[in-house]
C-alpha cells in the first residue's frame, strides 16, 4: 500500500491489548512511535487530545505501531461505530469550515505537545546534551 504518513484516506487504530479503537484525523512520527489526533479534538484541549502510540513502524498497510494496528477505515471489514463517528467529524469540518486550523498549524502544535504526551523528560541529561543545555 503506502508510507502511513502519505496516506489521505481516514485511518483507523486498534489497540491489539484492549480492543479500543480511534479514529486518526491528523498523525505525525514521533520517538519511534505516532502521535495523533482523535476526531472532534478541535473540542478540547491539545494536550487532552493528543495521543502518542510508542513503538516501532512497521508494515505497508495494514501497519503496526507498538500495540496497535492501523488499517485504512472501512477496509477489513467496515466498523459501523467509526463510521458513524467519521460521519460526525466530517460534518463538524464543515462547520468548522476556515476555521480548522491549518496542517502546518496543526503540526506545530502537535510538535509542541509531544514531549509530554509521549511521556519522554526533557530535563533529561541527554536531552539537555542533545539540545546544547547540559
Not at 468548522?96 to 509530554?116: F, Q
Request: net charge negative.
Amino acid at each position: 500500500m503506502a508510507d502511513l504518513f502519505s496516506v489521505t484516506a481516514p485511518l483507523a487504530l486498534r489497540y491489539r491489548d484492549s480492543g479500543e479503537k480511534q479514529i486518526m484525523v491528523e498523525r505525525l512520527p514521533y520517538a519511534d512511535g505516532l502521535l495523533y489526533l482523535p476526531t472532534f479534538w478541535t473540542d478540547m484541549p491539545l494536550p487532552e487530545a493528543l495521543r502518542y502510540v510508542p513503538g516501532p513502524i512497521e508494515g505497508d498497510g495494514p501497519w503496526k505501531v507498538g500495540n496497535a494496528i492501523v488499517t485504512v477505515l472501512a477496509c477489513h471489514g467496515t466498523d459501523a461505530e467509526l463510521a458513524t463517528e467519521f460521519s460526525y467529524w466530517q460534518s463538524r469540518l464543515m462547520e468548522l469550515a476556515d476555521d480548522y486550523p491549518s496542517r502546518e498549524l496543526i503540526e506545530k502544535l502537535m510538535k509542541t505537545h509531544a514531549a509530554g504526551v509521549a511521556g519522554i523528560d526533557i530535563c533529561h541529561p541527554e536531552f539537555r546534551k542533545q539540545s546544547g543545555n547540559g
